[in-house]
């Protein structure tokens, strides 16, 4: 008759009720997110180099008006004073005009001005047409022009400054002159390059956030479609589990009774005692898998109250192996060992993981454990210098009926991680250096 395996059975329905986190999608979903982002990005700061390429092309074009109207204006007027003055756009708009000589001394001039012309202003500047050069000064908020008449320039007849009407003399000086600069203010201009300026981190920051919160809710929706349907699936297997538990419970009983019948006719030394004692072995361990269970699947918090985490170690392991794990390993102040828990969970808890320390293989005298408190957290390790873990096996010893002991119920540690999940608290377990295993509790001091 083939053997059931009742350990992969139970694994395999308990990991339908309780599936791993989909690791390949919450990747997936962070790199679709990352590539929405990126493109969200690039998308915003086309629109902002569009916002600044339009500003760009309405200065320049008001730039050329600004020149058109002004040399226009020129013409109607004797002086440069009042070709700017009298038009209400030039007397806005330019800020300084002065025409300069290949000495660069000043020719003629009106408004703010550099007395000596500042050649440095056009050494890695890049010519435009008509030999002009187009220099933004985000400082003043303006744009400066720079005509280079190159031409060998005749004779200027000087003025003598502002309100001189010399008719045709001025158009002498202008032509005269080797360097014309025109300064023109551009507030608006600079306050769209500010603007967008500021916006590009904080639009590539803003979108980034958003991608990243979107992704967030993604994710936590799967995991709450994910926790309600293993609450579902959980309260099937515990309807399930407590109507095996209890069918299995009466033979069980059953069969002890008749084992121990067995025994009164055999005696103590009758043939088959062997065998009697095998049947019993395997009927504790049945009995203790059904009770297992039932830990699993009842209410993990219980009736949390404030106790002494120490005192529960002490007591746990002087019952379980003669003397107090925490002898030799530890200092601790016993005040401060305080936590909130249900006595009996926390004593499930500990008599699983020290009864795990002593069947790992290594001399009992090895297990130990140490207890500190760091701000409101108690951590409490437990070790041993046992065969300790296969890499391949860390992950998984917190499954449900996962188990490589041969008579172990693959249940102790999942328990005692729901237990102490419900607490408020956290379990790891990792191998130690040197050999054996190392066991991490942690648990929030009571208030």
Not at 116 to 129: A, K
Not at 254 to 262: A, F, P, Y
Not at 371 to 399: C, H, P
Not at 411 to 423: P, Q, T
């Amino acid at each position: 008759m083939k053997r059931v395996n009742w350990h992969a059975l139970a694994a395999e329905s308990v990991q339908a009720a309780f599936p791993r986190p989909r690791q390949k999608g919450t990747h997936a979903s962070l790199f679709a997110a990352l590539v929405g982002w990126a493109l969200f990005s690039a998308l915003a700061v086309f629109i902002i180099w569009e916002f600044r390429d339009r500003a760009r092309l309405v200065r320049d074009n008001e730039n050329e008006r600004i020149l058109t109207t002004l040399f226009a204006s020129l013409r109607d007027y004797d002086d440069l004073g009042s070709a700017i003055t009298e038009n209400e756009m030039l007397r806005q708009r330019i800020t300084g005009f002065a025409v300069y000589d290949s000495d660069r001394a000043l020719i003629q001039r009106w408004g703010e001005v550099p007395s000596v012309f500042d050649f440095s202003l056009i050494e890695n500047q890049t010519t435009g047409r008509f030999n002009r050069y187009t220099i933004p000064d985000r400082r003043s908020g303006s744009v400066t022009f720079v005509i280079h008449n190159d031409r060998p320039p005749p004779k200027p007849e000087i003025s003598s400054g502002n309100g001189d009407r010399r008719g045709a003399a001025w158009f002498n000086v202008f032509s005269g002159g080797n360097y014309v600069y025109i300064n023109v203010g551009h507030p608006a201009y600079w306050r769209t390059v500010t603007v967008t300026g500021i916006l590009y981190p904080l639009s590539i920051l803003g979108l980034l956030v958003l991608a990243l919160t979107v992704r967030g809710l993604y994710v936590r929706n799967i995991e709450y479609r994910e926790r309600i349907k293993a609450q579902q699936n959980l309260v099937v297997l515990g309807t399930a589990a407590s109507t095996l538990a209890h069918e299995i419970k009466n033979p069980l009983h059953s069969i002890k009774l008749q084992t121990g019948i067995l025994k009164k006719m055999h005696g103590t030394d009758g043939p088959g005692l062997e065998e009697i004692d095998r049947i019993d072995e395997e009927i504790d361990r049945l009995a203790a898998l059904t009770y297992r269970v039932n830990d699993y699947l009842r209410d993990a918090r219980g009736n949390p109250e404030t106790i002494d985490i120490a005192q529960v170690i002490k007591e746990t392991s002087i019952r379980l192996c003669g003397r107090s794990v925490l002898d030799g390993h530890s200092v601790y102040p016993e005040a401060s060992a305080k936590v909130f828990m249900d006595s009996d969970r926390a004593r499930s808890v500990f008599e699983n993981i020290i009864t795990n320390a002593m069947e790992s293989g290594g001399p009992v005298e090895e297990c130990g454990a140490a207890l500190e408190r760091d701000g409101d957290r108690i951590t409490v390790s437990i070790f041993d210098r046992g065969r300790g873990i296969a890499e391949t096996d860390i992950k998984r010893v917190f499954d449900p009926f996962f188990t490589t002991k041969s008579s172990g119920t693959g249940i102790g540690l999942a328990v005692s991680r729901r237990f102490l999940e419900a607490a408020g608290g956290s379990i790891s377990v990792e191998n130690r250096p040197g050999g054996g295993a190392f066991v991490k509790v942690v648990l929030p001091c009571a208030s």
